[in-house]
């Protein structure tokens, strides 16, 4: 498998139901276009903790979204930037509400 893990926060007037819901649409898009596998329920982060010792940054939310493989990541990389409705609005929907994401891809070592 192959995975994108993203961290961010949230936009100003944003709420995290409403990013939640946006997630939820694009992942079920994305899936029904066979363009990715799943997507984790989001998370917020506890930094008060000492297994969290990430000092960079300091973003409050994090999703994963997990793909077949590196191919099918790719594909829906592409797909997205072509954007053309219904895409890009169901993107939108998600991107537009999350401020200073960063994105770490990673696959899984068999």
Not at 22 to 29: N, Q, T
Request: one cysteine or more; a neutral charge; hydrophobic letters at 40%.
């Amino acid at each position: 498998m192959f995975h994108m893990l993203v961290c961010f926060n949230l936009k100003p007037g944003n709420t995290i139901d409403q990013f939640r819901t946006a997630v939820v649409g694009l992942a079920d898009h994305l899936r029904a276009q066979g363009l990715a596998e799943a997507v984790s329920r989001v998370g917020r982060r506890e930094s008060n903790t000492p297994l969290d010792t990430d000092r960079e940054r300091a973003h409050q939310y994090f999703v994963t979204m997990s793909f077949r493989d590196r191919a099918q990541s790719d594909a829906a990389y592409s797909y997205l930037k072509q954007h053309v409705d219904p895409s890009e609005s169901i993107h939108h929907a998600v991107y537009s509400r999350a401020a200073d994401p960063i994105f770490i891809c990673w696959r899984d070592i068999d």
